[in-house]
Antibody, heavy 117, light 110 residues
């Protein structure tokens, strides 16, 4: 069974930092691109970042470029999102998801990040 | 990286069919056959319902179908059931290894 479990969310001050983790199991992690998608309270989904299977390529939505870094450790079956210089508008539930055929076919349960002044 | 456009709401009675549209541009929907649709119940993670415009993952009922014409994609739910009431989001590959989502449509089963 494919499982993705996010952790690391919480309350952080504006301009602060937070590192999210996503532990995966049930599939060959090193064979798949992975993504982070977020959802602000009461709002829609927003694609945040994607990383190639071997970690050699990383892509971001414009609003987080230079502030967020996606990474992975294939030996640990784990995906990460380092978030720096956090803003109020970064408050959201952050989901990690597996990418297959250009779609997110498996999702974690999400972890809530709240940015407060 | 502009969001795709979806109607905020849609509705239908049990047994009826409803179609949700998703409009983008030639840079996303119109440029690639990589449109996907997600169902999200309140407080839950999204679930993939359609990928590559028309394909259904294993376990998704064949009442759900997808299509695309030009810069607009559509999700049709036939034989509406109470459990289909949820938010639905479209998404498209937008080139250069980026993706974009629609704003979401709340489907109500009357």
């Amino acid at each position: 069974e494919v499982q993705l479990v996010e952790s690391g969310g919480g309350l952080v001050q504006r301009e602060g930092s937070l590192r999210l983790s996503c532990a995966v199991s049930g599939f060959t992690f090193s064979s798949y691109w992975m993504t982070w998608v977020r959802q602000a309270p009461g709002k829609g989904l927003e694609w945040v970042a994607a990383i190639k299977a071997d970690g050699s390529e990383k892509y971001y939505v414009d609003s987080v470029k230079g502030r967020f870094t996606i990474s992975r450790d294939n030996a640990k079956n784990s995906l990460y999102l380092q978030m720096n210089s956090l803003r109020d508008e970064d408050t959201a539930v952050y989901y990690c998801a597996r990418l297959s055929y250009w779609a997110n076919d498996n999702w974690g349960q999400g972890t809530l990040v709240t940015v407060s002044s | 990286q502009s969001a795709l456009t979806q109607p905020p709401s849609a509705s239908g009675s049990p047994g009826q069919s409803v179609t949700i549209s998703c409009t983008g541009s030639s840079s996303d929907i119109g440029g690639y056959d990589h449109v996907s649709w997600y169902q999200q119940h309140p407080g839950k993670a999204p679930k993939l319902m359609i990928y590559e415009v028309t394909k259904r993952p294993s376990g998704v009922p064949d009442r759900f179908s997808g299509s695309k014409s030009g810069n607009t994609a559509s999700l049709t739910v036939s034989g509406l059931q109470a459990e289909d009431e949820a938010d639905y989001y479209c998404s498209s590959y937008a080139g250069s290894n980026t993706w974009v989502f629609g704003g979401g449509t709340k489907l109500t089963v009357l």
